[in-house]
Nanobody, 127 residues
Framework: QVQLVESGGGLVQAGGSLRLSCAASGSTFSINAIGWFRQAPEKEREFVAAITWSGSGTYYADSVKGRFTISRANAKNTVSLQMNSLKPEDTAVYYC????????????????????WGQGTQVTVSS
């Protein structure tokens, strides 16, 4: 089992920045990547970004490319999501999720490929 805990959400004005963190614990040797997803009210959960557990590969949704950066602090088993130039449409609950090794290295945006999920953290961007 892998446990994930998100932190760093909050309220920010449009154009501002926030940094989210996802701390992984437990059987982290069994995962191959961490992803961030978000879900706004009355909308489906959508992929934001992902990073391989080695940190060698990063993947982004088109809507956040150039504004968000995902990174991993290896020694701390923590993955961060730096969010710059935030827009009101970025408002959502943000979840981090982990993929097991047996899911391979494809379909990064598919929530079905992620076995473990955190509780989520609220990000609100005011206009």
């Amino acid at each position: 089992q892998v446990q994930l805990v998100e932190s760093g959400g909050g309220l920010v004005q449009a154009g501002g920045s926030l940094r989210l963190s996802c701390a992984a614990s437990g059987s982290t040797f069994s995962i191959n990547a961490i992803g961030w997803f978000r879900q706004a009210p009355e909308k489906e959960r959508e992929f934001v970004a992902a990073i391989t557990w080695s940190g060698s590969g990063t993947y982004y949704a088109d809507s956040v490319k150039g504004r968000f950066t995902i990174s991993r602090a290896n020694a701390k088993n923590t993955v961060s999501l730096q969010m710059n130039s935030l827009k009101p449409e970025d408002t959502a609950v943000y979840y981090c999720a982990a993929r097991r090794l047996d899911t391979g290295y494809i379909l990064w945006s598919s929530a079905m490929k992620y076995a473990y999920w955190g509780q989520g953290t609220q990000v609100t961007v005011s206009s």
